[in-house]
């Protein structure tokens, strides 16, 4: 056990306040995010370079990564203790957002209300709520010793209102990062083996009971059966992996990519990010991404170990799932492994709400990290 | 909460990630590493367009460079249906009921076009732009042509009113062109789009269907030519015959497109080749020449009685003009004809339902090669030789005397007694006088005598020499669609009967049956095709000449420049004559045959020597008059021959003309051939001028001072000798 032992100070930093936040910077974490986010904005602006409607879009990127950046660096120089004491307002917050875009002043785009325009900017709640839900749980679950079923009731509610909300716009990809994070923070939070194992029992019926009593409109019930079939693979799918395939080791290099240029793959600039990536710079350079995606994982799960208690490991999981079934399902669906649904890649993506909400919880773990000294 | 098991949790979370990773991984480096080939070959699917860039198809040139068929650029106004249809989907086009809801479903969208089109000074009505819609003629996907050759305005109006007139499209087509109008247009033969069954004989696929294409042929070191669905192909005539020739060879220009099928680069760009020139053996001043005074043959006799007495119909009639050296053809006109110029985008409807109706003549037919009929006398040549080579007529000068009636030696019922034209006493004829004189019964004679002695001559003596004639099957000319022609014989009399016992009274050879093939009547059919070529055999001495209107194909140097131009081309393909066979005679024998068939116009007892007393042709004509019976019409006017009818010269020109319905060889045919044959002979044909400018006035302009040339020249007479060349005056 090597995560509790730096209070064991050495006599050459003694002069100094060990527990100060700042001596606590994740560099490692910080380092990879920023790699990241300019891969991203290289990405963005090769996805987007060769379509005349997109070509500002770069800079709106970059802009985002600013307010997103200085957004996150103000969380993580809050103690994310006092974060928690907030959770019910964040909480009632986000929940008012995500019914407020169901009601007219939301943004259709695609048939789903997802979104709040503000002149030229869009946002989307779902985005703070998975923030601001995270919190709740971590507040919620991280102040008992034991997960009775009671406490378990409680925070499957917490977890059950936006997802609920969110799957009536209907989105449902959020709805699955919502219950991605549900399952992290659960397993983590402490629930008994058989609660889980009742849940998970629970869930399956309930769906099942959901789909099969009709109560679903038709639209809805395709897009599940359409998000469960992956047989006869759309447009979408056939081109994002010819894209990526077609990129071999190396790639065809910057700006080369005949798929890229053509913008054959839809949404190359967000939710099919990935294949630029694997078209223009190969196996080594997607590669290269999804394991610097890697080490991000890797050092949140490391924050959530040596978190100073209970809420801040939680905090730290419940990030960690959302990037996790994040990646996994925008890169596996780019690969063919994963049904599609519209989720961005974090920090990679174009997107305001994403690239902000994603800065915003690393903010939030190195919050974390920085103040585990401290009480 | 529990630490331990916090961290035994979270080990597991671990666990999940690490494997959902790695499963990343593995799937990226299947996809990148493994799957790659095939993946790139659909990533360069998607983005490359290979698009087939059309040359221009070659040109054809008489024997002298003149180009009499050409290219040039039309824009036409075209319907495409299929936006319109679905307006109107859900209702069925067969069903009448419906077709008229369609109708005024879609009434307003033509009477807006119909508008347009009349006010851009193109008259049109709706109902007009109604009958293209439904028109049969052309695929259901298939624009169909509104407005032809329209002006650059016309364009322009319609490109920028899209929105407004829905299924209006203006295209540019490169079609052919005719400087001479109607001139040879069977021969020519014309383009048209190619239909399932050539572009599957092409090598090439049929859009939409599953059928294989063949496995192309072409001729010996000729590379075959890709078709595909849209193209222009030679549907008759020389168009179709020297289509390898005339082709281009498409350009493929590849480029790469994005999703949206917008250009982005052109990757590779190989031009057309423009397909060769083909220089046909044809004259176009004696083919002009051959065709106007055929028309005005039968335009002028039409109407009128032959001499004995019945109604003239002349529904058709042609003329052809061979080298009989080489077997090239100089001329070969066909009556009625069509104008090539009104069919450049498709044949309209109306003008399909005229020429398909056999009331109007069938003008597409080229009846000169696919018109059968009975050679009437023109065959006795055949039938004498047939009687010398099988030595029923010996060397000596054996007579006949002819009473004008031949009576059968045994007959033993039916039809025993026949007789000459009008019952002619034509006396003592020997061969070479029969043939001058025309005498029936001389081959009577002959005919009689060579069935009752079939022991020793075998069942078919004029037969076999008719085959050495090449009678009875096709003459083997490139351009497709020729009769084969008939030779009656026992045994396909035989064969047809049994065949088709209900269509024949018998399947027997009877003795009349000889007598009526000697005489070129009964089953014989000709084609007049065939008949120049027997008698370019005749004038040659012999030898079968495969007949071709066509002697090389060649490359124009500099494309802007007149294509048969001296120095101006280069030879791709000589098409070279070919020798199909010979017939064989004694010098004794074809002297026999020629001073017969030389006294028909120089003998003053010759059937068509009043023809020729008046004003002979410049050099001595030998032929044969031919006059076929037909029941209950007027006879089959024929005429055949060769010159110049010299001994030991070279003959120029075979020529055969037949027009049925007319009257006698000597009233109809005969006349026309002297008509044709003495500007030719005497080397003045009429230059004939292109229909088109600034061509006309050029040649119109030469013409004329050619005609003040010779003027001047006549009148100084004598004292054009004393005028060195060079020194003449402008």
């Given at each position: 056990?090597?995560?509790?032992?730096?209070?064991?100070?050495?006599?050459?930093?003694?002069?100094?306040?060990?527990?100060?936040?700042?001596?606590?910077?994740?560099?490692?974490?910080?380092?990879?995010?920023?790699?990241?986010?300019?891969?991203?904005?290289?990405?963005?602006?090769?996805?987007?370079?060769?379509?005349?409607?997109?070509?500002?879009?770069?800079?709106?990127?970059?802009?985002?990564?600013?307010?997103?950046?200085?957004?996150?660096?103000?969380?993580?120089?809050?103690?994310?203790?006092?974060?928690?004491?907030?959770?019910?307002?964040?909480?009632?917050?986000?929940?008012?957002?995500?019914?407020?875009?169901?009601?007219?002043?939301?943004?259709?785009?695609?048939?789903?209300?997802?979104?709040?325009?503000?002149?030229?900017?869009?946002?989307?709640?779902?985005?703070?709520?998975?923030?601001?839900?995270?919190?709740?749980?971590?507040?919620?679950?991280?102040?008992?010793?034991?997960?009775?079923?009671?406490?378990?009731?409680?925070?499957?509610?917490?977890?059950?209102?936006?997802?609920?909300?969110?799957?009536?716009?209907?989105?449902?990809?959020?709805?699955?990062?919502?219950?991605?994070?549900?399952?992290?923070?659960?397993?983590?939070?402490?629930?008994?083996?058989?609660?889980?194992?009742?849940?998970?029992?629970?869930?399956?019926?309930?769906?099942?009971?959901?789909?099969?009593?009709?109560?679903?409109?038709?639209?809805?019930?395709?897009?599940?059966?359409?998000?469960?079939?992956?047989?006869?693979?759309?447009?979408?799918?056939?081109?994002?992996?010819?894209?990526?395939?077609?990129?071999?080791?190396?790639?065809?290099?910057?700006?080369?990519?005949?798929?890229?240029?053509?913008?054959?793959?839809?949404?190359?600039?967000?939710?099919?990010?990935?294949?630029?990536?694997?078209?223009?710079?190969?196996?080594?350079?997607?590669?290269?991404?999804?394991?610097?995606?890697?080490?991000?994982?890797?050092?949140?799960?490391?924050?959530?170990?040596?978190?100073?208690?209970?809420?801040?490991?939680?905090?730290?999981?419940?990030?960690?799932?959302?990037?996790?079934?994040?990646?996994?399902?925008?890169?596996?669906?780019?690969?063919?492994?994963?049904?599609?649904?519209?989720?961005?890649?974090?920090?990679?993506?174009?997107?305001?709400?994403?690239?902000?909400?994603?800065?915003?919880?690393?903010?939030?773990?190195?919050?974390?990290?920085?103040?585990?000294?401290?009480? | 909460?529990?630490?331990?098991?916090?961290?035994?949790?979270?080990?597991?979370?671990?666990?999940?990630?690490?494997?959902?990773?790695?499963?990343?991984?593995?799937?990226?480096?299947?996809?990148?590493?493994?799957?790659?080939?095939?993946?790139?070959?659909?990533?360069?699917?998607?983005?490359?367009?290979?698009?087939?860039?059309?040359?221009?198809?070659?040109?054809?040139?008489?024997?002298?460079?003149?180009?009499?068929?050409?290219?040039?650029?039309?824009?036409?106004?075209?319907?495409?249906?299929?936006?319109?249809?679905?307006?109107?989907?859900?209702?069925?086009?067969?069903?009448?009921?419906?077709?008229?809801?369609?109708?005024?479903?879609?009434?307003?969208?033509?009477?807006?076009?119909?508008?347009?089109?009349?006010?851009?000074?193109?008259?049109?009505?709706?109902?007009?732009?109604?009958?293209?819609?439904?028109?049969?003629?052309?695929?259901?996907?298939?624009?169909?042509?509104?407005?032809?050759?329209?002006?650059?305005?016309?364009?322009?109006?319609?490109?920028?009113?899209?929105?407004?007139?829905?299924?209006?499209?203006?295209?540019?087509?490169?079609?052919?062109?005719?400087?001479?109008?109607?001139?040879?247009?069977?021969?020519?033969?014309?383009?048209?789009?190619?239909?399932?069954?050539?572009?599957?004989?092409?090598?090439?696929?049929?859009?939409?269907?599953?059928?294989?294409?063949?496995?192309?042929?072409?001729?010996?070191?000729?590379?075959?030519?890709?078709?595909?669905?849209?193209?222009?192909?030679?549907?008759?005539?020389?168009?179709?015959?020297?289509?390898?020739?005339?082709?281009?060879?498409?350009?493929?220009?590849?480029?790469?497109?994005?999703?949206?099928?917008?250009?982005?680069?052109?990757?590779?760009?190989?031009?057309?080749?423009?397909?060769?020139?083909?220089?046909?053996?044809?004259?176009?001043?004696?083919?002009?020449?051959?065709?106007?005074?055929?028309?005005?043959?039968?335009?002028?006799?039409?109407?009128?009685?032959?001499?004995?007495?019945?109604?003239?119909?002349?529904?058709?009639?042609?003329?052809?003009?061979?080298?009989?050296?080489?077997?090239?053809?100089?001329?070969?006109?066909?009556?009625?004809?069509?104008?090539?110029?009104?069919?450049?985008?498709?044949?309209?409807?109306?003008?399909?339902?005229?020429?398909?109706?056999?009331?109007?003549?069938?003008?597409?037919?080229?009846?000169?090669?696919?018109?059968?009929?009975?050679?009437?006398?023109?065959?006795?040549?055949?039938?004498?030789?047939?009687?010398?080579?099988?030595?029923?007529?010996?060397?000596?000068?054996?007579?006949?005397?002819?009473?004008?009636?031949?009576?059968?030696?045994?007959?033993?019922?039916?039809?025993?007694?026949?007789?000459?034209?009008?019952?002619?006493?034509?006396?003592?004829?020997?061969?070479?006088?029969?043939?001058?004189?025309?005498?029936?019964?001389?081959?009577?004679?002959?005919?009689?005598?060579?069935?009752?002695?079939?022991?020793?001559?075998?069942?078919?003596?004029?037969?076999?020499?008719?085959?050495?004639?090449?009678?009875?099957?096709?003459?083997?000319?490139?351009?497709?669609?020729?009769?084969?022609?008939?030779?009656?014989?026992?045994?396909?009399?035989?064969?047809?009967?049994?065949?088709?016992?209900?269509?024949?009274?018998?399947?027997?050879?009877?003795?009349?049956?000889?007598?009526?093939?000697?005489?070129?009547?009964?089953?014989?059919?000709?084609?007049?095709?065939?008949?120049?070529?027997?008698?370019?055999?005749?004038?040659?001495?012999?030898?079968?000449?495969?007949?071709?209107?066509?002697?090389?194909?060649?490359?124009?140097?500099?494309?802007?420049?007149?294509?048969?131009?001296?120095?101006?081309?280069?030879?791709?393909?000589?098409?070279?004559?070919?020798?199909?066979?010979?017939?064989?005679?004694?010098?004794?024998?074809?002297?026999?045959?020629?001073?017969?068939?030389?006294?028909?116009?120089?003998?003053?007892?010759?059937?068509?020597?009043?023809?020729?007393?008046?004003?002979?042709?410049?050099?001595?004509?030998?032929g044969k008059t031919g006059t076929a019976q037909v029941r209950d019409k007027a006879d089959t006017?024929?005429?055949?021959?060769?010159?110049?009818?010299?001994?030991?010269?070279?003959?120029?020109?075979?020529?055969?003309?037949?027009?049925?319905?007319?009257?006698f060889g000597s009233d109809v045919a005969a006349p026309l051939t002297f008509e044709i044959l003495?500007?030719?002979?005497?080397?003045?044909?009429?230059?004939?001028?292109?229909?088109?400018?600034?061509?006309?006035?050029?040649?119109?302009?030469?013409?004329?001072?050619?005609?003040?040339?010779?003027?001047?020249?006549?009148?100084?007479?004598?004292?054009?000798?004393?005028?060195?060349?060079?020194?003449?005056?402008?």
């Open positions: 056990m090597h995560t509790s032992t730096g209070r064991s100070s050495t006599p050459r930093v003694a002069a100094r306040d060990l527990t100060a936040p700042w001596h606590h910077v994740d560099g490692v974490l910080a380092a990879v995010v920023g790699v990241i986010l300019v891969m991203g904005s290289v990405m963005v602006y090769g996805a987007t370079r060769y379509t005349e409607a997109k070509t500002g879009l770069v800079v709106r990127h970059v802009g985002f990564i600013v307010v997103g950046v200085a957004l996150g660096v103000f969380v993580a120089t809050v103690d994310y203790r006092r974060l928690l004491a907030w959770w019910p307002f964040l909480y009632g917050g986000s929940v008012l957002l995500l019914l407020g875009v169901l009601t007219p002043l939301g943004a259709t785009v695609n048939g789903t209300s997802g979104w709040y325009r503000l002149g030229p900017l869009s946002f989307q709640p779902a985005e703070l709520a998975k923030l601001a839900t995270i919190i709740s749980v971590a507040a919620f679950l991280g102040a008992a010793d034991r997960v009775d079923w009671q406490r378990l009731a409680v925070a499957l509610g917490l977890l059950a209102v936006p997802l609920g909300l969110v799957l009536a716009q209907p989105d449902l990809g959020s709805a699955l990062v919502f219950a991605a994070i549900a399952l992290g923070m659960l397993v983590v939070g402490g629930v008994r083996l058989r609660h889980l194992v009742a849940l998970g029992v629970l869930a399956v019926a309930g769906v099942a009971l959901v789909v099969g009593s009709g109560m679903l409109d038709d639209y809805q019930q395709d897009r599940l059966s359409n998000f469960l079939s992956t047989d006869g693979q759309s447009y979408n799918v056939t081109q994002a992996q010819t894209a990526i395939s077609s990129g071999g080791l190396t790639g065809y290099g910057f700006g080369e990519g005949p798929q890229t240029r053509g913008g054959f793959v839809p949404v190359q600039e967000s939710d099919f990010i990935f294949t630029v990536v694997g078209e223009e710079f190969g196996f080594i350079g997607s590669g290269l991404l999804v394991a610097l995606l890697g080490v991000l994982i890797w050092r949140i799960w490391r924050v959530a170990q040596i978190a100073a208690d209970s809420a801040g490991t939680l905090i730290c999981v419940g990030v960690l799932s959302m990037f996790l079934f994040h990646i996994f399902e925008n890169i596996g669906m780019t690969l063919g492994m994963m049904p599609v649904t519209g989720i961005p890649l974090p920090f990679v993506s174009y997107g305001g709400s994403s690239i902000v909400a994603s800065c915003v919880a690393v903010g939030l773990v190195e919050s974390v990290h920085m103040h585990r000294f401290t009480r | 909460m529990d630490t331990d098991s916090a961290k035994v949790r979270l080990g597991a979370v671990g666990i999940v990630a690490v494997s959902l990773f790695l499963a990343l991984f593995a799937r990226l480096w299947f996809l990148q590493g493994i799957e790659r080939q095939e993946f790139e070959a659909a990533s360069v699917s998607n983005r490359l367009r290979v698009i087939q860039t059309e040359g221009p198809r070659g040109r054809i040139l008489d024997r002298n460079g003149r180009v009499i068929v050409d290219n040039r650029t039309t824009i036409v106004v075209t319907l495409d249906r299929e936006p319109l249809r679905e307006r109107v989907s859900g209702l069925d086009e067969r069903d009448p009921e419906d077709l008229e809801k369609i109708r005024e479903e879609l009434s307003e969208e033509f009477e807006s076009t119909a508008a347009a089109l009349t006010s851009l000074s193109i008259p049109t009505t709706a109902e007009d732009i109604w009958e293209r819609y439904t028109d049969k003629r052309y695929s259901p996907q298939e624009p169909v042509p509104v407005a032809e050759d329209v002006g650059e305005e016309v364009e322009q109006y319609f490109m920028e009113r899209t929105a407004d007139y829905p299924g209006v499209l203006v295209e540019r087509r490169t079609v052919r062109e005719y400087p001479y109008g109607s001139l040879a247009a069977h021969l020519l033969g014309y383009v048209g789009e190619i239909n399932d069954e050539e572009l599957l004989a092409r090598g090439a696929e049929v859009p939409g269907s599953d059928e294989e294409p063949a496995t192309t042929t072409t001729l010996p070191g000729q590379e075959p030519k890709p078709y595909e669905a849209g193209d222009s192909i030679g549907k008759t005539g020389v168009e179709r015959a020297y289509e390898q020739d005339l082709r281009a060879v498409p350009g493929e220009r590849t480029i790469e497109v994005n999703a949206r099928g917008e250009m982005l680069d052109v990757v590779s760009d190989t031009p057309p080749v423009p397909g060769e020139d083909v220089w046909l053996t044809i004259d176009i001043d004696q083919q002009a020449l051959a065709e106007a005074a055929l028309a005005e043959k039968i335009e002028s006799i039409r109407g009128g009685r032959t001499s004995d007495g019945m109604d003239i119909e002349a529904p058709q009639g042609s003329v052809v003009i061979t080298d009989p050296e080489t077997g090239e053809v100089r001329a070969m006109a066909s009556y009625p004809t069509y104008d090539p110029r009104l069919i450049v985008n498709g044949i309209p409807t109306a003008l399909w339902e005229y020429y398909q109706d056999p009331a109007n003549g069938l003008p597409l037919n080229n009846w000169a090669m696919q018109g059968g009929y009975a050679p009437g006398s023109t065959f006795k040549p055949i039938t004498a030789l047939a009687g010398m080579q099988s030595g029923f007529i010996g060397p000596g000068n054996e007579t006949f005397y002819d009473q004008g009636v031949y009576e059968l030696q045994n007959c033993s019922g039916g039809k025993c007694e026949f007789q000459n034209a009008g019952r002619a006493r034509l006396g003592s004829v020997d061969l070479t006088r029969s043939l001058t004189v025309s005498s029936d019964v001389y081959y009577y004679w002959i005919a009689e005598n060579l069935w009752l002695g079939r022991g020793a001559y075998g069942e078919t003596p004029i037969q076999d020499t008719a085959e050495q004639f090449g009678l009875g099957s096709s003459t083997g000319i490139e351009l497709p669609g020729e009769l084969s022609g008939r030779i009656p014989t026992p045994q396909n009399r035989r064969e047809a009967y049994e065949a088709n016992p209900e269509a024949f009274l018998t399947g027997d050879w009877y003795t009349g049956d000889n007598l009526n093939t000697a005489i070129g009547q009964g089953d014989v059919l000709v084609t007049p095709l065939q008949l120049a070529n027997a008698y370019a055999t005749l004038g040659n001495g012999g030898t079968v000449m495969r007949p071709h209107v066509a002697f090389q194909t060649t490359r124009a140097i500099d494309a802007t420049q007149p294509p048969g131009e001296e120095g101006n081309y280069e030879v791709v393909r000589t098409i070279e004559p070919e020798e199909l066979g010979s017939v064989e005679m004694t010098p004794d024998q074809y002297g026999k045959l020629f001073q017969g068939l030389l006294g028909v116009t120089q003998d003053p007892g010759g059937t068509a020597s009043s023809v020729w007393a008046a004003n002979p042709t410049a050099w001595p004509f030998a006017s024929v005429f055949a021959g060769w010159g110049p009818a010299v001994p030991g010269q070279a003959p120029e020109y075979a020529i055969a003309v037949i027009i049925p319905e007319s009257g003495t500007p030719i002979s005497e080397g003045r044909v009429d230059p004939v001028c292109p229909l088109v400018e600034p061509e006309r006035s050029e040649c119109e302009q030469d013409k004329a001072a050619a005609y003040e040339r010779l003027a001047a020249a006549t009148a100084a007479g004598g004292d054009e000798g004393d005028t060195a060349p060079g020194t003449e005056e402008p």
